[in-house]
């Protein structure tokens, strides 16, 4: 198998590889294989085109976001808050793209996988890009009541030329099949992972705030499974 074939799609929502595995359950290949294995994005994607104007309807009494025709979701948050959502349905191995514009300093674009709710808690990984400093990071993340109860780094903050500026528009996009977790942005493969705590949930879309006020604008979100 070479680093850019498409691997075989799994099937329902088994738990990722377990620590004692030596075979890949996305792939099926050694593990020391699968680690070279570049994971493609859903071949048939769902997208939200916010562009249009419509307010989704997880969004529909959140006021720190507006919807504008031809621009799309405007984010207005305070200092240290952060807007997170989806209505998707859950899946297993799967991508998420999210693409937006960032117009403060402290402000990250942000794309999650596998998110699982349980009750006021939800849970899962997320993907972080912060324009200003040209720096990502993925976590696994808890959040109880909308304020953090947890984060834990997967990647500590990492500087990428692959990320655009502020007020440029960026792409960010997580994927997951087993415990492989991949990123790219703006089309560039930029980090592989290996985690197996998260084997399904949703994926979600947002922007945080890390210190000041800021000013976002999230255009489309794309999902799907591989």
Known sequence: MSPSSRAPRATGSNPPVAATSTLCRF?????????????????GPTLMDFTTGATPRELAHERR????????LVFSLPAGHAVRASSAAPFCDGSVRVQGVVFDADASLD??????DAGQAHLGYVLEARPATREITVSR??????????LE???????TNALRTVGEINVIELLAADSLLQVRINGALVARLDDARFGFGRPIYGVSSHGQAVRATIRSFEYGPI
């Open 65 to 72: 976001v507006q919807a504008q025709p031809r621009v799309g």
């Open 153 to 159: 780094a997967l990647l500590p903050w990492t500087t």
């Open 27 to 43: 792939c099926h290949a050694p593990l020391q294989i699968r680690a070279q294995l570049e994971l493609e994005a859903s071949a």
């Open 141 to 150: 993340f808890a959040r109880v009541s909308n304020a953090f109860a947890g």
């Open 111 to 116: 794309a999650g996988l596998r998110v699982i």
